[in-house]
């Protein structure tokens, strides 16, 4: 379970620091692209890591089930 918190802790990270980058790269007066760009990646790279997270847990918690049934 350590590495899927580890996967948590990163996915937020890359959200938040994306969401910084976008904000800070669209409304600056920079009329450079690379924090908009770096922005919407990091964004992306912690939507998706999230999304296989959670369907890794979900995955795990109905195998979880199954063994616990018998």
């Not at 996967?7 to 620091?17: D, K, P, R």
């Amino acid at each position: 379970m350590q590495h899927g918190m580890t996967g948590v802790i990163f996915a937020v990270v890359c959200i938040l620091l994306g969401a910084a980058f976008l904000y800070d790269g669209v409304s600056g007066r920079d009329l450079s692209q690379l924090e908009t760009i770096a922005g919407a990646t990091l964004l992306s790279v912690g939507v998706v890591s999230s999304v296989l997270l959670l369907r890794g847990w979900i995955k795990w918690k109905r195998e979880l089930g199954k063994y616990r049934e018998g």
